[in-house]
C-alpha cells in the first residue's frame, strides 16, 4: 500500500500543513518507509478482534451540572496573537 | 557529598531535623544549574525569585512547627509540557514559545499542595514526540555520563536534572517509553505508572490513550514518595481510575522471595546489544539469587507493537495538535487569510519529527485508510494486551531491558526516522496495554549506564517498588555518579 | 410535492438543538445566553493545552428524554468521537461528537397535513458541542477583511436530529418542525428559542422524475434558524433543482448556505475542498452504558406528549382546531389544564382562553407563563359567571381588571359594585318607570311587535349600567307586560 506524492499532498492539505518541495518528497520517502514496516501487521487476522480505544475500561464518567467560574477575559486573551475589544481576532475567512 | 546529591528521604530528614532549610537547599540547586545547566542544557525555564519566595514561605511554616509532609521544601522540576500557572509552557517547540498557562496542571497542583519548591521546566523532545531530546527546538541537552550522547528523550532533562543533581527530583511524561529509556540512558529510576493512576489534567496531549506522567528519581524509595503525592483519582480526568491508592513506600521491603518474575524473549531479538543483554543477564542473576523464580516466556505479539504504537499514536496526535491554529495562543504566522494562516503557522511553528507525525496520524485516519492503519492498529493493541494478561496469569512482574542499547550518539539515528522507531520496542508494548513499568539503574556499557525494565499488572506499581527496591539494596549502581568535575568547572568560570 | 407536474421533491433534516442544561457540555462555564464576548470560557472550552472534557450528566439525561419522546431507542452502549476540521470557531480544531455509536438510535413521530397523517423517521439523535461565534468585520463572511471570535458558545451542549428523508413537501416539512420544536419545548429539553439560535436547521433536498425509486442527487443548505427561512430556502432549493435538471444537467452535490437578505443558497464549500472528517473514538471520554434503570427513570419524568395532550382535550369536546391551538405551545396547554382543574367546562374554558385572554396577553406583548391572571383566577371568574353574579359582558371589564390590578374577580366585583341586579324588588321599580316612560314600545309589544321588548329589556340594563340580571329582567318584564 505505497503512498503516493499526491496522498502526501492531499494529507498536508488535510492537516494545514504548508510543505515545502524538499518536505513533501522527504515525507512521502519516509511515510512509505514506515507503512512498509506498518504492514506486517497484515498478517495478523483480526476479524474477530475487538479494538482498544482506551487502555484502562471505565464508563459513565459523568460531572454535576454545576456552574464554575470562568475565567476573566483578559486572562483568556492573554496569549491570543491577536485580540482586540474582548474578541480573538483572525483574518478573512474566505 | 554535597547536599543536592541526596535522596529526597535523606533531604526530608535534614529539613526536618533543621540542619538545612529550604532556601539554602534551594540556593543550592540553583548555584548547581548555574554550573552544570550551560553544558547539560536540562532546563528551558529557570525559576529562581519564584523558587526562593517558596521556599522561604515553606521555611516560615517549618518554623511555625507546621508539619511538611514528606515532599515539603525539596526543590524539584517539570517537563516543559506540564502546565504551570503564569510560567511559560512551551512543549520545547516554537508553538508555545510564549504560551503561558493560566491554570495548573493537576501534578502541578498536587507537588505545590505537598510543599515542594518548582525550580523551573525541562527540556524534551518537541511535543514529547522522540527518543533522544534532539527534537527540541531550544536546547540540545546533554547526558551527564557522555556529553556526545543523547540523554535518551523524550524526556530527556527531567532525567539529566535528576542524574545531574539538577532538582531532587522531577516528573516526566510516558507516551511509548519517554521516562523509562531516558531514565535508562542517564541511570536514574522512573516509572511510567499504570494508565489512570495519575491525572493528565494540565498535560500537554501528545497521544491521549498512551500519555502518562510519572516520576524520575535518584532512588526507588524517592520514587514512590513521589508517586504517594501525585498519584489518585482526578475529577477533572475523565480517563483517570477511581482506585484506592496505596501508601507506595509500604512495599519497600527487601525481600522478594518467591516472587515470580517472566523473561519475555521477544525482548532480547535483533536489536538488541549483546552487552545490554549480559548486564541484563547479570542483574536477572542477582534476582535468582535473591530468591525470585524467574522463567523464560512469551509475549508473542511484541513484534506488531512497534506499528501498531506508532499508528495510534500519531493518530491521536494528528488530532491533539490541530488546536495549534494560531488563533487563541502560540505562534502565528501573519497570512492575508484564514487557512493561509492555519497552514503557513504550523508549517512553521512545529518542527520535522511533529510534522512527520502529524501527517502519518493524519493518512492513518484518512478516509478510505482508517480501517487499514487505525482500526488494524486498535485491534493489535487487543492482541498485545492479552499476551501482558496471559503472562501476568503466571508471572508477577516481566522484565527486560529498558531500552536495546545504551545512550548512543547525537545524530546517530535522526536521519532515520524508522531506525529511531524500532529502538523503543522494549517500552512502547507498555503503554499500548496500559500496565505500570518501572526502569532502573541496572549496570554500565562502555561507561553508560543501562536500565532494567520492570512490568506489572495494572495498578501493581506497589509490586514494582518491592523487586526495584530489593534489587537497589542489594547492588550499588544507583550510587554510582557522572563525573561532572569538568563539566562544572567550565559552568563555573 | 409536484413541480411542474415533473419532479417529487425529498427533504431530510438536520436539527441542532441546544439542550438546557446551566453548563456547558464538559465544563462548568455557564450557557446563559448573550453574556459579553469571551467571559463564559474557561482554559476547557478554550481548548487550551493540557485541558480534559468531563461530561455534563444532564446532557445524557435530557438526550435520552428528547430520544424518548421521539420514539428512539435509546442506545445500551454509547461514545463520543472526535470529528476533525479546521475553523477558527472550533478551540480545539476538532468538534467533540458521536459518529457511529449514537445515543439515540431509529424514532420517528406523527405529523398531519391536510387531515392525512404521516410518520415521518428519525435516524438517530446524537449530543455534541456547539462551536463558538464569528463576526465579519463587513456585511458577510465574504467581503470581510477580517473576522473576530466570541468563544462563549463553544461547548454548549447540542442534540442533533436527523431524519430519514421522508419529507414529500413543504407543508410536511413545516409540520415536522413544528411537531418536533413542540415535543422539545414539552420535554422542556430546550427552550428552543430560535432568535437565540438554540435551534438550527440544516436542510436536505433533492428532486427526482415522479414516479422514480431512486433518489436525485441532494443540496444540503447549512445553519437556517426559522421556520420561514426553511420554507423560503426549499421553495428557492426546489425551484433552482428543478431549473438545473430542465436544462438536462445534473444537481452538484454540494454544502450551501441561505443568504436570508437575499433569499437565495450559494455555494458553501467547493467539491474540490476534501472534507475527510477523519473521525475517531474520543480517547479522553470513557464510554457511556445506558441501563434500563437509567431509562425508565427519566421515562416517569416525561410529561404528556403533544399528541396525546391533542386527543384528550378532544374527548373533553374541544374541537380539533382549538385542541391544536390550545397545546401548540406546552405553556398554554399547561395554563389550560391548571385551570381546568378548577373549572369544568372544556369548551367555555377553552374559549376565554383562545379569545379575551390571549387578545389581552398580545395586546400587552406578555407570554402565558408570564400571565398576570392565573389560572386558577380565570377559572374562579367564570364561576362568577356561571352563578349569575356577574354577566358575560361585565366578565370582560373585571378580566381587564384583574390583568392590570392582579386582583381576583370576586374583589374587582366588589369593590365596583358590579354584582348582577338580581333582586326582585329592586328590578320591579325599574321595569316599572321604564314602562312608564316608553307607551309606545308597550302598545307595539301588545300588537304582537315582539321587538319591541328588545328595546324595553336594553333601556333597564341601561338604567341599571349593566348589572341588572338578563334573564331575569327579561322574565319579570314579560310578566308585567302580558
Ligand atoms: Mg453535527
Ligand atoms: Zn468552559
Known amino acids: 500500500m505505497a503512498i503516493s506524492r499526491e496522498d502526501v499532498e492531499y494529507v498536508a492539505a488535510l492537516a494545514r500543513l504548508e510543505l515545502t518541495e524538499q518536505e513533501t518528497q522527504e515525507y512521502t520517502e519516509q511515510l512509505n518507509s514506515i507503512l512498509d514496516y506498518a504492514a506486517m501487521l497484515e498478517q495478523l487476522d483480526t476479524d474477530n478482534v475487538r479494538p482498544t480505544a482506551h487502555a484502562v475500561p471505565l464508563h459513565n464518567v459523568l460531572r454535576k451540572d454545576q456552574v464554575n467560574e470562568s475565567i476573566p477575559r483578559e486572562k483568556a486573551l492573554r496569549n491570543a496573537p491577536d485580540a482586540d475589544e474582548g474578541f480573538f481576532r483572525v483574518p478573512k475567512i474566505v | 557529598m554535597s547536599v543536592v546529591e541526596k535522596s529526597v528521604s535523606e533531604l526530608h530528614e535534614l529539613l526536618v531535623h533543621r540542619d538545612v532549610s529550604s532556601t539554602e537547599l534551594t540556593k543550592a540547586y540553583i548555584d548547581r544549574i548555574h554550573s552544570a545547566d550551560p553544558d547539560l542544557q536540562a532546563y528551558l525555564t529557570i525559576l529562581e525569585d519564584q523558587a526562593l519566595a517558596q521556599a522561604a514561605e515553606f521555611d516560615r511554616k517549618i518554623a511555625q512547627g507546621e508539619d511538611i509532609g514528606t515532599l515539603g521544601g525539596i526543590p524539584m522540576a517539570l517537563k516543559d509540557n506540564m502546565c504551570t500557572e503564569g510560567v511559560r509552557t512551551s512543549c520545547a517547540s516554537k508553538m508555545l514559545d510564549n504560551f503561558i498557562p493560566p491554570y495548573n496542571a493537576t501534578v502541578t497542583d498536587r507537588l505545590r499542595a505537598a510543599g515542594t519548591i518548582l525550580l523551573g521546566k525541562l527540556n524534551m523532545d518537541e511535543f514529547a514526540m522522540g527518543s533522544s531530546t534532539e527534537n527540541s527546538n531550544f536546547a540540545k541537552t546533554r547526558n551527564p555520563w557522555n556529553l556526545e550522547c543523547v540523554p535518551g528523550g523524550s524526556s530527556g532533562g527531567s532525567a539529566v536534572s535528576v542524574a545531574a543533581d539538577e532538582a531532587a527530583f522531577t516528573l516526566g511524561s510516558d507516551t511509548g517509553g519517554s521516562i523509562r529509556q531516558p531514565a535508562a540512558f542517564c541511570g536514574v529510576v522512573g516509572m511510567k505508572p499504570t494508565y489512570g493512576a495519575v491525572s493528565r489534567f494540565g498535560l500537554v496531549a501528545y497521544a491521549s490513550s498512551l500519555d502518562q506522567i510519572g516520576p524520575l528519581t535518584k532512588t526507588v524509595r524517592d520514587n514512590a514518595l513521589v508517586m504517594n503525592a501525585i498519584a489518585g483519582h482526578d475529577l477533572k480526568d475523565s480517563t483517570s481510575v477511581p482506585y484506592e491508592k496505596p501508601d507506595y513506600t509500604k512495599f519497600l521491603v527487601n525481600d522478594i522471595k518467591g516472587l515470580k518474575i517472566g523473561i519475555p524473549r521477544e525482548y532480547y531479538g535483533e536489536g538488541i546489544d549483546s552487552d545490554v543483554a549480559k548486564g541484563i543477564q547479570a542483574g536477572i542473576q542477582t534476582l535468582i539469587d535473591l530468591g525470585a523464580e524467574v522463567e523464560e516466556c512469551s509475549l508473542p505479539h511484541t513484534e506488531y507493537a512497534i506499528p501498531s504504537y506508532y499508528l495510534i499514536a500519531t493518530a491521536e496526535a494528528s488530532s491533539n495538535l490541530a488546536r495549534y491554529d494560531g488563533v487563541r495562543y502560540g505562534y502565528r504566522a501573519e497570512a492575508a487569510d484564514v487557512l493561509g494562516m492555519f497552514k503557513t503557522t504550523r508549517a512553521k511553528g512545529f518542527g520535522p519529527e511533529v510534522k512527520r507525525r502529524i501527517m502519518l496520524g493524519t493518512y492513518a485516519l484518512s478516509s478510505g485508510y482508517y480501517d487499514a492503519y487505525y482500526l488494524k492498529a486498535q485491534k493489535v493493541r487487543t492482541l498485545i494486551k492479552q499476551d501482558f494478561d496471559k503472562a501476568f496469569e503466571k508471572y508477577d512482574v516481566l522484565l527486560s531491558p529498558t531500552a536495546p542499547t545504551p545512550a548512543f550518539k547525537f545524530g546517530e539515528k535522526s536521519a532515520n526516522p524508522l531506525a529511531m522507531y524500532l529502538s523503543d520496542v522494549t517500552t512502547v508494548p507498555v503503554n499500548l496495554a496500559g500496565i505500570p513499568a518501572i526502569s532502573i539503574p541496572a549496570g554500565f556499557v562502555n561507561g553508560l549506564p543501562i536500565g532494567m525494565q520492570l512490568m506489572g499488572k495494572a495498578f501493581a506499581e506497589g509490586t514494582l517498588y518491592r523487586i526495584a527496591y530489593t534489587f537497589e539494596q542489594n547492588t550499588n549502581y544507583h550510587t554510582l555518579k557522572p563525573n561532572l568535575g569538568e563539566v562544572l568547572a567550565r559552568g563555573n568560570r | ?482
Open chain 3, 1 to 482: 410535492m409536484v413541480i411542474a407536474d415533473k419532479y417529487e421533491m425529498v427533504c431530510g433534516l438536520e436539527v441542532h438543538v441546544e439542550l438546557q442544561t446551566k453548563t456547558k457540555i464538559f465544563c462548568g462555564c455557564t450557557t446563559e445566553f448573550g453574556g459579553e464576548q469571551n467571559t463564559h470560557v474557561c482554559p476547557v472550552c478554550l481548548g487550551l493545552p493540557g485541558t480534559l472534557p468531563v461530561l455534563n450528566r444532564e446532557v445524557v439525561n435530557y438526550a435520552i428524554k428528547a430520544g424518548l419522546a421521539l420514539n428512539c431507542e435509546i442506545a445500551e452502549f454509547s461514545k463520543f468521537d472526535r470529528k476533525n476540521y479546521f475553523y477558527p470557531d472550533l478551540t480545539k480544531d476538532y468538534q467533540t461528537s458521536q459518529f457511529d455509536l449514537p445515543i439515540c438510535g431509529k424514532g420517528g413521530l406523527e405529523i398531519e397535513v391536510d387531515g392525512e397523517k404521516k410518520w415521518i423517521g428519525i435516524t438517530r439523535a446524537h449530543m455534541e458541542e456547539d462551536a463558538g461565534k464569528l463576526v465579519h468585520s463587513g456585511e458577510t463572511i465574504t467581503t470581510s477583511y477580517e473576522s473576530s471570535v466570541d468563544y462563549n458558545r463553544a461547548g454548549v451542549p447540542l442534540l442533533e436530529i436527523v431524519s430519514e428523508p421522508d419529507m414529500r413537501s413543504i407543508p410536511e416539512v413545516l409540520a415536522y418542525l413544528e411537531q418536533l420544536v413542540q415535543i422539545l419545548e414539552y420535554t422542556e429539553v430546550s427552550d428552543c428559542r430560535m432568535e437565540q439560535g438554540s435551534v438550527r436547521f440544516d436542510v436536505n433536498v433533492s428532486l427526482r422524475p415522479i414516479g422514480a425509486t431512486t433518489f436525485g442527487i441532494r443540496t444540503e443548505t447549512k445553519n437556517l434558524n426559522s421556520f420561514s427561512s426553511v420554507r423560503r430556502c426549499l421553495e428557492y432549493e426546489v425551484a433552482r433543482q428543478a431549473r438545473v435538471l430542465d436544462a438536462g444537467e445534473n444537481v452538484v452535490q454540494e454544502t450551501r448556505t441561505w443568504d436570508e437578505g437575499k433569499g437565495i443558497t450559494l455555494t458553501l464549500r467547493s467539491k474540490e475542498e476534501a472534507h475527510d472528517y477523519r473521525y475517531f473514538p474520543e480517547p479522553d471520554l470513557a464510554p457511556l452504558v445506558i441501563d434500563q434503570e437509567w431509562v425508565e427513570g427519566i421515562r416517569k419524568t416525561l410529561p404528556e406528549l403533544p399528541v396525546a395532550r391533542r386527543a384528550r382535550l378532544q374527548g373533553l369536546g374541544l374541537s380539533a382546531y382549538d385542541a391544536g391551538v390550545i397545546t401548540s405551545g406546552k405553556a398554554m396547554a399547561d395554563y389550560f389544564d391548571t385551570a381546568l382543574s378548577y373549572y369544568s367546562d372544556a369548551k367555555t374554558l377553552a374559549n376565554w382562553v383562545m379569545g379575551d385572554v390571549t387578545r389581552l396577553l398580545n395586546s400587552n406583548q406578555c407570554s402565558v407563563a408570564d400571565s398576570p391572571i392565573s389560572a386558577k383566577q380565570l377559572a374562579e371568574l367564570l364561576e362568577l359567571i356561571d352563578k349569575g353574579t356577574i354577566s358575560g359582558k361585565i366578565a370582560k371589564s373585571v378580566l381587564e381588571e384583574m390583568y392590570s390590578t392582579g386582583k381576583d374577580a370576586k374583589i374587582i366585583v366588589k369593590e365596583k359594585g358590579l354584582a348582577q341586579i338580581s333582586d326582585e324588588g329592586a328590578l320591579l321599580g325599574i321595569i316599572d318607570s321604564i314602562i312608564a316612560a316608553n307607551p309606545q314600545s308597550v302598545e307595539d309589544y301588545r300588537a304582537g311587535k315582539d321587538r319591541a321588548i328588545g328595546f324595553l329589556v336594553g333601556q333597564i340594563m341601561k338604567a341599571t349600567k349593566g348589572q341588572a340580571n338578563p334573564g331575569l329582567v327579561n322574565q319579570l318584564l314579560k310578566q308585567k307586560l302580558s
